[in-house]
Each structure stands twice: as C-alpha cells, then as structure tokens.
C-alpha cells in the first residue's frame, strides 16, 4: 500500500507529547530506572557469562529497521548437500541478569519493551539492550545458538541449541537486504536468506498456515509534527520473519517432547468469522471465490494495493484468542490437548526477542537445558506457571498503548474537520443495537465509531459524516451522512 502521508500540525506537537507523557502516567509506566536496576546492569554488563563453546567462525548478520540498537538475533545460513543450515543466534539476556535481582525484578514489572511515537519504555536498561548483551557486529556476546539443518524443500531435518560465544559480522536492514536482492547484487548469504525464506512459506502454506502481510500503521516524528502512515511489508520482512518462525516452532517440538515448556497458542477463529470476513471482501472489491480456501485468498493479495490493505487489516480480526500456555508434565501440569498456533498451522514458542520479551528468556532456558540434557534452573521451573498470565497482562498493556497512540494522532488528524463527508466501509455491527458499528475510511485511514437512526449495512459502502475529533478524549465519530 502506498505511504500514506497524513500529516498533523507541528503546532500541536507539543500537546500530543503531553498527552502521551500524561497516557504514560496513567499507566503508571516508568520514566527511568531506580538507582539499584541502573548500578545491577552496569556491574552485570562488564562481566558477562561467556560460553566456553567458541563460535565466532560464524558469518552471522542481522537484519533489523534502520538505527536499532537492540539486536536479538543474528543468523547465518549455508548449503548443506542438497539442503539448507541455518544458524540462529538469539541474545543471552541470561548471561546478565542475576535471578531475583534488581533488573530481574523491574523486567518482571515491564514485561515488555512499550513503544509510542515519542519514546520506547524498555524493558531492560540501554547499556545491557541496546549495548553489551545486543548483538551488534564486531562484539564478542555470549548467545544461544541454534543450529536447524533443512532438507532441499525446506522441511527440518534436525535442530539443536546451545551457548556459544559469537560475533556478528553485519548489520543490514530490511529495506538494503531487499534492494540488494531485487538488483542482483546480494551475496550468497542473502540470497539463500530469500530462497530459504520462500521454501519456508511454501511449507507453511502446505500446512494450512498463514501470514498475514498487513501493512504497519506508524506514528513518525516529522518536522516538529507527527505523520500517520502505512508502511507495506517487503517480501525481505517476511523471509526474516520465516527463520524466526522456525526457530519458534523448533524450540516448540522440544519443549513438547520433553514435556516442560511455554507455549503461543491462537485457536482457530469460528466460521462466523469467516462469514464476516467475506462481506467485507465483497465491500472492499476482493475477489473471494467459494472454493478458494482463506490461506489461498491470502496469498493472492497485494499489501501495496489499498482495498487489499484494508481487508488483511480486517483479517487480524482472526488472530483474537492467541495466549500462553504453559506446562510441566513433572508437576502434573499436561501440555493443551491442542498446542498448535492456528495462523501457523503448528506448534510455536516465543523465544527469539528476549531483550524486548520478558518470556523468551525463560524458553532459551528451557530449551537449552533440555538439548543438554540437563534440568532447567530451579528460577525457571519455579516461576513457569505464574508466566502465562503475566505475559498476557502485558501484551492487553501493549495493544492498548497502540490503539490509545493511534486514536491520539487520528483524533489531531481530523480535529477542526467535524461535518466533512467521507466514504467508508462499515465493518462491524453491534448485534444488540445495529444502528451502532464501527467503519474505516478509505480516506484518510481513520477507523471509528458510527451511529445512524437505522441499522448500519456490515460491509458495505456508506457516506459517513464526522461528528466528533476530541484529541484530548482521543475520540472520533461518525454519523451517516
């Protein structure tokens, strides 16, 4: 989808930072770190835990945006035969924080990295982050490595893990590794990034398994404002995204099989959904046949066309549900009768991001002892079955710092704007009261509330009349025209 460049007044930037540190003390987030966190994370990063394993042979690079410093993984991948081996670094946070202690503690009150338009509420301190336990290119940083052989087609033959030390060579992002492959001048590492990252979404599609390709809504700062834009994921995203999936699935099987682990799951959305989702597509101009199956229609569509766009937004509407699960067959605690994730069509852990994730270190834990045969530390077994709810806490956090930044900036973008006309797609109904819905405008991309005097058509086109633009209540309505 193209850029959408929808921009907002730079004079009232300084209310919208306002409004965002006064979202922030609502929540009660921090502002910065109690003196015990900061001193623990400087002791900790001049004496970090360093595997005896040595694998700084490794050409592994990184692939992230532009300028991050808080470098989770690396990777490096290679021929092998008529397959494929991947090596997958992730950051051994665990090399850092001491149990129990003060960056542990506040880690367990963040639980995850929080991202608004103006700042990131971290989830450890900058100097283990965003510098000694990251893996940026050229340092020495203890890792858990994994090594995942694939066949010619792309399907897992073995995976191991354990600590080594490493060192990254490069640091790309998602936008160079895509030129360089589009323009032919990629090297043999990019170019087996892309041809493992498209036999690896064929095996998902043979799964059944779908990812969604849904453009990202992103508040920038822009000269002394803010814009609202949609930025379309390049094919470069999702070949990176497929190696941190198999490595998720990967670590998954080995906790299922050990019978002790922590689990994403997302169960399948009922057909009603299903039956939603092909009103909006008929409303958006999507071809959906009858006998196409929904992974199929999903493969057919282009994120840079708008009424696309649109409608894979609608689709996330699937993905309601996901959770953790976590079990230890020890304790009497059985993996769920159903372990699988539904959009992957497989069972799946997440332990690829533990500087911005508070539970990924305890997969790496588990899954690292488990590959050597040895019992988890006593911290991780004893805190695993607290964890689901914890993490779950914090992601319901994070969706709704998201929704209350981008209602924010929608609310600036259309505030002075009341009585304007603009067409829209209504894309829910309140079934006890279905004069009340919910539509997205094509333009600009605004979703709001809409009350008629008559039932609203779920998934068709209307004319809509904007009411109300309160950026201090972060509100916008709409009416039928």
């Known amino acids: 989808m193209p850029r959408q460049q929808l921009r907002i007044r730079a004079a009232d930037t300084a209310r919208i930072n306002r409004e965002l540190a006064g979202l922030r003390e609502g929540l009660q987030l921090p502002s910065g770190w109690p003196p015990e966190v900061a001193a623990e994370a400087e002791r900790a990063a001049g004496v970090p835990r360093l595997p005896e394993f040595d694998a700084t042979d490794l050409e592994l690079f990184t692939v992230d945006p532009p300028g991050s410093r808080d470098l989770d993984q690396a990777m490096g991948l290679a021929r092998r035969g008529d397959g494929y081996r991947v090596h997958y670094a992730i950051a051994d946070v665990a090399a850092f924080v001491r149990p129990g202690g003060a960056v542990d503690t506040e880690a367990h009150r963040r639980v995850q990295t929080l991202y608004f338009p103006d700042v990131r509420v971290p989830l450890h301190p900058a100097r283990l982050s965003e510098d000694a336990a990251s893996l940026l290119p050229g340092e020495l940083r203890p890792a858990l490595l994994w090594q995942i052989d694939l066949d010619a087609d792309g399907t897992v033959l073995l995976a191991d893990v354990r600590r080594a030390r490493v060192r990254s060579r490069r640091r790309l992002d998602y936008q ?11 090297d043999g590492q990019l ?3 892309a041809e493992i990252g498209r036999l690896r979404e064929q095996r998902e599609a043979d799964r059944g398994g779908v990812s969604l390709p849904v453009p990202e809504q992103e508040i920038e700062p822009e000269d002394g404002g803010y814009r609202l834009a949609y930025r379309a994921p390049r094919p470069a995203d999702g070949w990176n995204a497929q190696i941190s ?67 894979l937004k609608e689709c996330t509407g699937l993905l309601r549900g996901a959770g953790y ?62 964890l689901p709810a914890l993490l779950e806490g914090g992601d319901r956090r994070a969706r709704e710092i998201e929704r209350a930044c981008v209602d924010l900036v929608e609310a600036e973008l259309l505030h002075g704007r009341e009585g304007e006309r603009f067409d829209a797609v209504v894309i829910d109904v309140d079934e006890r009261h279905p004069a009340k819905g919910t539509v997205q405008l094509r333009e600009p991309a605004v979703v709001g509330r809409c009350e008629g005097d008559g039932p609203l058509p779920l998934g068709e086109r209307v004319e809509v009349r904007l009411t109300l633009a309160d950026p201090v209540a972060r509100t916008v309505r709409f009416a039928p025209a």
């Open 176 to 186: 160079g590794v895509q030129e360089a492959v589009d323009g032919g001048s990629a």
């Open 325 to 386: 699960h976590a079990f230890d067959a020890a304790r009497g605690i059985a993996p769920p009768a159903d372990p699988g994730h539904a959009a992957l069509a497989a069972p799946y852990a997440h332990c690829t991001a533990p500087l911005r994730r508070l539970g990924d270190r305890y997969v790496q834990e588990l899954c690292v002892a488990i590959a050597c045969g040895t019992e988890p530390p006593a911290w991780v077994s004893e805190q695993l079955l607290e």
């Open 191 to 193: 170019r087996l990034l």
């Open 245 to 311: 999936l198999l490595t998720g699935m990967a670590a998954a099987d080995l906790m299922l099989d050990a019978g002790i682990g922590l689990l994403r799951t997302l169960p399948a959305a009922p057909e009603s959904a299903y039956q939603r989702l092909r009103r909006t597509a008929k409303a958006l101009d999507v071809d959906w046949p009858p006998d196409t199956p929904y992974p199929a229609l999903i493969r057919s569509l282009d994120p840079q066309r708008a009424h696309h766009a649109a409608f």
